[in-house]
Nanobody, 118 residues
Framework: QVQLVESGGGLVQAGGSLRLSCAASASTPSINVMAWYRQPPGNQRELVAAITIGGTTDYADSVKGRFTISRDNAKNTVYLQMNSLKPEDTDVYYC????????????WGQGTQVTVSS
């Protein structure tokens, strides 16, 4: 089973930037799509951004123009560059992976906390 390990969360002031990383333990078709989700309290995990192995991307409307997802296929790693952060971006961010695009991931990381202070 592929494992995902996230890093890069932390505390930042509004308007600041953070970069999240997620490394997969192996290169398999199960990581054809890698994505970032977040889970507001009391709600289901929601897509932040996703990227296919070929570079096709998808973003939540709330982060378009502020967040950029990218991946290094040689390192089995996906990144999320978050700029112009807002307090409402505060959440636990989860890395996910799946074989298929626009399907909820079947493999999850442990999550990393992002806190944006006003």
């Amino acid at each position: 089973q592929v494992q995902l390990v996230e890093s890069g969360g932390g505390l930042v002031q509004a308007g600041g930037s953070l970069r999240l990383s997620c490394a997969a333990s192996a290169s398999t078709p199960s990581i054809n799509v890698m994505a970032w989700y977040r889970q507001p309290p009391g709600n289901q995990r929601e897509l932040v951004a996703a990227i296919t192995i070929g570079g096709t991307t998808d973003y939540a409307d709330s982060v378009k123009g502020r967040f950029t997802i990218s991946r290094d296929n040689a390192k089995n790693t996906v990144y999320l560059q978050m700029n112009s952060l807002k307090p409402e971006d505060t959440d636990v961010y989860y890395c996910g992976a799946d074989r298929f695009f626009r399907r909820k991931p079947t493999i999850w990381g442990q999550g990393t906390q992002v806190t944006v202070s006003s």
